[in-house]
């Protein structure tokens, strides 16, 4: 299979990808794209099914992006993943959108139906699947800290979790008014006192070790949402000290096994697990929306771990 395609190809589908053994029907689009691990995870995941359908990768510009979706639509496509930069742009183009996909503002997943555009997000929900897999916990029962929470991945986890209605949710960032700014969009979620004691059940709190400490006695699950760790010489968001035993700590990103902030978890005698399962459960929970059948999930986890290349560090 080619390792991209582009808007050009999409104009006459059939001859640009006549070579290929199974029909092209699902893709995830992006600007740039040929990292995503969608690919290989998906192709396992079909094979898998014995699915008459392989996904591949499309490069699309963000000018392209509205006649794109004409293009697969008329090339009989099952469905696509959005990645950086149309996850709006995708919001925007749709004919219906789930409630997740309107509350973040972003279409990670859109599903072809009857001639229409349905758009969904299942990054939150993928997450929520994560850490049932990887703490065997409710994210709905936990009180929870997002670091980076101003940011794309950091917004999308916190509204899930003001969906789920978890206990309590701390949104740290390091330019604050971000933090406030989705503090303040998510206050009618958190109207009611199910937690017992003295904390704000909402709160934006300053990248500040003291205010970190403070808030941390009071925190079931940190959550990097930062891009701090993706460099193997990143520092650890924050540091092995504030971090306790009874913490557990998700981080999301995947490209190293343990990352910094998973190696101060441990050294706090905290759990830690990095964002592999957070990948694989939002590709799941596509792939059922596409197929609506149970997801392969240990085939697309083998297929992931072959490609992302996490070394142990
Ligand atoms: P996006 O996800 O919107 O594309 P990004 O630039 O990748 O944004 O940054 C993601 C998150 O990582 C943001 O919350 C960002 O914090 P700011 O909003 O203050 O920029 C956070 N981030 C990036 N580098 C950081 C660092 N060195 N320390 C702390 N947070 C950082």
New binding site residues.
């Given amino acids: 299979m080619k390792d991209v395609y582009t808007f050009a190809d999409l104009e006459n589908w059939s001859d640009a990808t006549a070579g290929e053994a199974a029909p092209l029907r699902v893709a995830v689009l992006g600007d740039p794209v040929q990292h995503s691990a969608s690919p290989p995870m998906h192709n396992a995941a079909l094979e898998a099914c014995d699915l008459p359908a392989r996904y591949c990768r499309l490069h699309i510009r963000p000018d392209e992006l509205t006649e794109t979706f004409a293009r697969l639509k008329a090339a009989d496509f099952i469905g696509v993943n959005c990645t950086?930069p149309h996850k709006l742009g995708a919001l925007l183009a749709m004919d219906e959108v789930d409630e997740q996909a309107i509350r973040i503002g972003a279409v990670n997943t859109v599903a072809f139906r009857e001639g229409r555009l349905l758009g969904y997000n299942t990054d939150g929900p993928g997450l929520v699947r994560a850490l049932r897999a990887e703490f065997s916990v409710d994210l709905r029962d936990l009180r929870v800290m997002i670091?980076?929470?101003?940011?794309?991945?950091?917004r999308a986890i916190a509204v899930q979790c003001a969906l789920e209605g978890c206990e309590r949710l701390v949104l740290v960032?390091?330019?604050l008014e971000?933090a406030r700014l989705l503090a303040t969009e998510l206050t009618p979620y958190f109207t009611s006192t199910r937690v017992l004691g003295p904390a704000d059940r909402l709160e934006a709190v300053p990248?500040e070790n003291a205010a970190l400490r403070r808030q941390l006695e009071n925190v079931d699950l940190i959550i990097n949402?930062?891009?701090?760790g993706l460099q193997s010489s990143d520092p650890s968001?924050l540091p092995a000290s504030l971090l306790l035993p009874h913490l557990m700590v998700y981080d999301t990103i995947y490209t190293a096994r343990r990352t910094s902030l998973l190696r101060a978890a441990e050294a706090a005698g905290a759990r830690g697990a990095n964002g592999l399962s957070m990948l694989l459960y939002q590709g799941a929970a596509s792939f059922e929306i596409w197929f609506d059948r149970e997801p392969p999930v240990a085939a697309m986890r083998s297929a992931l771990l072959k490609h992302v290349r996490q070394p142990a560090a």
């Fill in positions: 950086i670091l980076g929470a101003g940011g794309g991945a950091g960032n390091r330019t971000k990248w949402a930062t891009s701090v968001p």
